[in-house]
């Protein structure tokens, strides 16, 4: 309630567009994606571009649709209606996750040879920052990409790379310097075609199956010079603030998500008679979903909040940590409590909800765990 | 940072002048106030009415401000950093709990008599709702009060009624009717200095110890028939409405508090030393810190969210119930969580942190408690 206080004609234009196409093009689809592992990105993504979809908020120079971040919040929210995790986590890699980076630091022929044909779909980006031995721990990255004349030498390994099996480019952190500290990391663009490029494995996961996730390894791998982004030793601090973006990706979900759910379960426990009464009869059970409801309510007030803040230019990094923390471990909190009240049932992977147990779990790790988001807060709150 | 996306300058003066009054007139008091178990409100209240503090959003032709609820915001966040629960609650009793119902539904004669004075600080104001036999259940009410003639016959008690001791008037509930159902009651002004009122007993508290709590006495009281407010057989509903300005002056009252008792503890931790080193630098302590900065700042911006909606005389009903439930819940967790960060000195009633365990705990039960949250969001959600 009190959506019309945000939302304009025009955002609920574009929500509308974005919701057909969710449901049009995506949903009739998602089981059989998740049973394959899979999603043909390449086929999604063109048609996702010829809407415009993957470039709501980048400059119309490189295709994007130049609007603001309350419509790319309004795409977020609708990508979020998505009956499974995956394949919104996949759009979100193209348009939050492994793009910022090019538009705010890519020189003008980055932004022309790989913004714009993934703002257009005909290119799939994936987002490599993660190893083996560096995860939240983004400094201990081992990756190395040493200057050699017009061109880096690529050597390494990434993983839990998502879209890693079908990226054309991959957005990449490695090391240029051995020197300790914080200025030593690049940011790349690495094409997949390059020699030394090669998909280790396709890794099996709990959830979120319908996304592709790999391993990937880098063997002497030339990398132009001109596909640096932004500034040599300065990667770290860029992907920190690239962070920002795939963090706030992961907010919508939280209070999307835990409501559709929610909405779900209700209708299942009004139809499920138990000892002579409908299940929502129990008051213990319309007590837990008020509480959900009450805290997804919350937490949606302050990411439109932090959507006042962007648009204002300002540093949004505790907010969006907090909503982060706050979406991780209410959507791990309520999948657990709405398969609960399904019984059995929601044990069987016919049911959405056990599907959603399983995807949820993702959204406390990935794009820096909940306890990462706790460092920061603590940080950036003077603790 | 970011309130002034919310804050004009116009709001800050207000801000400014009412945390210099809570700093002059009320923080220096405040132990003498908790010890004696009462705060002198006709004196404090006349002093606020002075600088038109009481009636910050009322009409001007009743004494008020004519401000709107951003101000009425200000006013309830700054009263909330007064050093003990009592007196923000005496206060709020008086601009948000007693005298809305007046305003809202009152003839011109009971705002001429009644809410002018209170706003003026003339005259201290109670709100007499609960009972022995029903509280939350506010149906279950027995108080009677018999028409005849030009007045009503007023029979019955009342309990913990806060300022009830030194009220002037009250705003009660009472039956006007035996019939089942909501339309059997009606709300009346009713001054204490009739023949038949007594304070039957001053009741001690576990908290709030500023203020006072009284069980009310009335034996065959004549409440002139002009005392009405508003339809008879309509109180019960005009209280709901009265209920929701109650229950949001709790949020700003929690949300603030919450981050006081924060910052209180964050600086006693930093400058306790064990084992060779600050406490602050345990990171158990700084996460679970971090993760109520998180959770306090959502009830923060679903606030704000319902200052907006109030603003465009949407129904806030189900927001203020989720804002209420989510703010007791966290207070609950906070004022425990800080009294055992500060050890065994937390446990001293020399040390604010007690006193603010002691009277937060009321937040999740007065005005309409956690369950009765719950069960409003579940109605309001179609569950």
Not at chain 1, 28 to 52: N, T
Not at chain 1, 225 to 252: T, Y
Not at chain 2, 120 to 133: N, R
Request: glycine share 10%; aromatic share 10%; with cysteine.
């Amino acid at each position: 309630m009190g959506d019309d206080l945000y939302f304009t004609k025009d955002h609920n234009q574009v929500r509308r567009a974005v919701r057909d196409f969710v449901k049009k093009e995506i949903n009739p689809y998602v089981d059989e994606w998740e049973e394959k592992g899979m999603i043909p990105l390449h086929d999604l993504f063109k048609k996702m571009g010829d809407l415009g979809f993957l470039g709501i908020r980048y400059d119309e120079k490189y295709g994007g649709m130049g609007l603001d971040y309350w419509y790319e919040l309004i795409f977020l929210e609708e990508m979020a209606h998505t009956p499974c995790g995956g394949v919104p986590m996949a759009v979100a890699v193209q348009t939050n996750m492994a793009t910022p980076a090019i538009a705010d630091f890519g020189s003008e022929y980055l932004k022309q040879t790989y913004l714009t044909p993934a703002i257009k779909g005909d290119m799939v980006a994936a987002i490599a920052v993660t190893e083996p031995d560096a995860g939240s721990d983004v400094a201990a990255l081992k990756s190395f990409a040493r200057k050699e004349g017009d061109h880096y030498i690529l050597n390494g390994s990434k993983t839990y790379i998502t879209n890693g099996i079908q990226a054309d480019f991959l957005t990449l952190l490695a090391r240029t310097s051995d020197e300790p500290g914080y200025n030593s990391f690049s940011l790349f663009v690495v094409p997949t075609d390059l020699e030394g490029f090669a998909v280790s494995k396709k890794l099996d996961k709990l959830g979120m199956r319908s996304s592709d996730t790999a391993e990937l390894f880098f063997d002497n791998v030339k990398i132009p010079a001109q596909n640096l982004i932004g500034v040599e030793g300065e990667g770290f601090v860029q992907q920190m603030m690239q962070f920002q973006h795939e963090r706030f990706a992961a907010i919508p979900i939280g209070y999307i998500g835990v409501v559709d759910i929610i909405n779900e379960t209700i209708e299942y426990l009004k139809g499920r008679i138990v000892f002579g009464k409908p299940l929502i009869a129990k008051q213990v059970l319309r007590h837990r979903i008020a509480e959900w409801l009450a805290e997804a309510e919350a937490l949606k007030q302050l990411t439109y909040h932090i959507v006042q803040m962007k648009m204002e230019g300002q540093d949004v990094t505790k907010q969006i940590s907090m909503g982060k923390l706050l979406s991780g471990q209410l959507l791990v909190k309520v999948a657990d409590g709405c398969l609960q009240m399904y019984g059995g049932m929601g044990f069987m992977n016919e049911m959405r909800v056990s599907r959603f147990f399983r995807d949820t779990k993702l959204l406390a790790i990935g794009g820096g765990a909940n306890e990462v988001m706790c460092e920061i807060i603590s940080k950036t709150a003077g603790l | 940072m970011s309130s002034d996306l919310i804050f004009t300058k116009d709001h800050e003066m207000v801000r400014k002048s009412i945390r210099d009054f809570v700093n002059k007139e009320i923080n220096p008091n405040v132990d003498e106030w908790e010890e004696k178990g009462l705060t002198p409100l006709n004196d404090l209240f006349k002093k606020m009415g002075d600088l038109g503090f009481l009636g910050i959003r009322y009409d001007e032709k009743n004494g008020g401000e004519g401000l709107d609820y951003w101000y009425e915001l200000v006013f309830l966040e700054e009263i909330a950093r007064i050093h003990c629960g009592g007196i923000p609650m005496a206060i709020a009793v008086q601009s948000c709990m007693a005298t809305p119902s007046i305003e809202q539904f009152g003839s011109d004669y009971l705002k001429e008599t009644y809410l002018k004075g209170a706003l003026k600080g003339d005259l201290v104001a109670a709100i007499a709702i609960t009972e022995p036999d029903a509280g939350s259940d506010v149906a279950a009410l027995k108080s009677f009060a018999t028409k005849q003639g030009d007045h009503y016959l007023l029979n019955g008690s009342k309990t913990y009624i806060t300022n009830g001791t030194q009220a002037d008037f009250l705003t009660l509930l009472a039956r006007t009717s035996d019939d089942p159902g909501y339309h059997s009651f009606s709300l009346f002004v009713v001054p204490t200095d009739i023949k038949g009122f007594a304070v039957s007993k001053k009741l001690d508290k576990m908290g709030m110890r500023s203020s006072d709590t009284a069980e009310l006495y009335f034996d065959n009281m004549k409440i002139p028939a002009e005392n009405l407010i508003g339809v008879e057989g309509e109180g019960f509903i005009h209280q709901m409405m009265q209920f929701q300005h109650e229950r949001f002056a709790v949020l700003p009252l929690t949300y603030i508090g919450i981050e006081e008792m924060i910052k209180e503890t964050v600086k006693y931790i930093k400058e306790r030393i064990v084992f060779g080193k600050p406490l602050i630098s345990k990171q158990v302590l700084r996460h679970r810190i971090a993760q109520w900065l998180a959770e306090n700042e959502a009830i923060k911006h679903l606030s704000y969210h319902i200052v907006r909606m109030k603003m465009k005389g949407q129904d806030a009903t189900k927001e203020i119930s989720m804002g209420k439930l989510l703010a007791g819940n966290l207070v609950n967790k906070v004022a425990d969580g800080c009294l055992q960060m500060h050890g065994g000195m937390g446990f001293m009633n020399e040390m604010r942190i007690s006193r603010s365990f002691r009277d937060s705990r009321l937040t999740s039960i007065g005005g309409g408690a956690s369950e009765v949250m719950c069960e409003i969001i579940a109605k309001t959600s179609g569950i």
